[in-house]
T-cell receptor, first 112, second 113 residues
C-alpha cells in the first residue's frame, strides 16, 4: 500500500474559497513534500517541510505536519481557477531522502 | 536557468521493442530520479542516480534500466516493451538528493501498441 495517502481523492470548490487536503503516511520520515501536477504535465514542487517543523507558509499555501499522527495538511487560501490540478504528498523512505513515495493525489477543481 | 528537459515528449512503440528516454537535469544538479506514472498505479519510483552511480532502485523488473553520464544527464531504457509499460515517465533532478526538493521535467508519454 502507499506510504502517503491523500484525502480527499477529489475536491470541488468555488473560486475564493479555501481548499484543504490531507496526507497520511505510515513510517517515520525525514521530510514531506507537496507537489502540484497540471493535467498530463510534470510535477511542480510546492513546499518541503522537515520532520522537526510543524508549519510552513508559501504565499497562499500553508502546510502543517503532525509527526505524532503521521499526517500533513495543505491549505490553499483564496483559491483561483488556475489552482485546478492534482496535488500529491511525497515522503522520503530512506536516509538519502531520494526514494520518495508519492500518494495517489487529490484532484482539486476550482470552479469560476 | 533551464529546467529539467526530457526527450522525446511523446513516443509510440510496438510490443517487444526497446526504448531509450533522455533527461537533462538542471545545471549543477547531481541527483536524477525517474518515476513512472499510470492512472492505475500512480507515481512509482524507478531509480535514482547520483554522480553516475545508481543509489536507489524501486520495484521494477530488470527490463527497466538506467544510467547517468559524467555531465549528470541520464537515460532510462526499457527493453521488451509490454502494453503495461504505457505511461508518463517523469524525470526529476535535485542538487544533492538529500532532503532537497525535486524539479521535474514535463515527462515522456510512452504508448506501447
Amino acid at each position: 500500500s502507499q506510504q502517503g495517502e491523500e484525502d480527499p481523492q477529489a475536491l470541488s470548490i468555488q473560486e475564493g474559497e479555501n481548499a484543504t487536503m490531507n496526507c497520511s503516511y505510515k513510517t517515520s520520515i525525514n521530510n514531506l513534500q507537496w507537489y502540484r501536477q497540471n493535467s498530463g504535465r510534470g510535477l511542480v514542487h510546492l513546499i518541503l517541510i522537515r520532520s522537526n517543523e510543524r508549519e510552513k507558509h508559501s504565499g497562499r499555501l500553508r502546510v502543517t505536519l503532525d509527526t505524532s499522527k503521521k499526517s500533513s495538511s495543505l491549505l490553499i487560501t483564496a483559491s483561483r481557477a488556475a489552482d485546478t490540478a492534482s496535488y500529491f504528498c511525497a515522503t522520503d523512505v530512506n536516509n538519502y531522502g531520494q526514494n520518495f513515495v508519492f500518494g495517489p493525489g487529490t484532484r482539486l477543481s476550482v470552479l469560476p | 536557468k533551464a529546467g529539467v528537459t526530457q526527450t522525446p515528449r511523446y513516443l509510440i512503440k510496438t510490443r517487444g521493442q526497446q526504448v531509450t528516454l533522455s533527461c537533462s537535469p538542471i545545471s549543477g544538479h547531481r541527483s536524477v530520479s525517474w518515476y513512472q506514472q499510470t492512472p492505475g498505479q500512480g507515481l512509482q519510483f524507478l531509480f535514482e542516480y547520483f554522480s553516475e552511480t545508481q543509489r536507489n532502485k524501486g520495484n521494477f523488473p530488470g527490463r527497466f534500466s538506467g544510467r547517468q553520464f559524467s555531465n549528470s544527464r541520464s537515460e532510462m531504457n526499457v527493453s521488451t516493451l509490454e502494453l503495461g509499460d504505457s505511461a508518463l515517465y517523469l524525470c526529476a533532478s535535485s542538487l544533492r538528493g538529500q532532503g532537497d526538493g525535486y524539479t521535474f521535467g514535463s515527462g515522456t508519454r510512452l504508448t506501447v501498441v
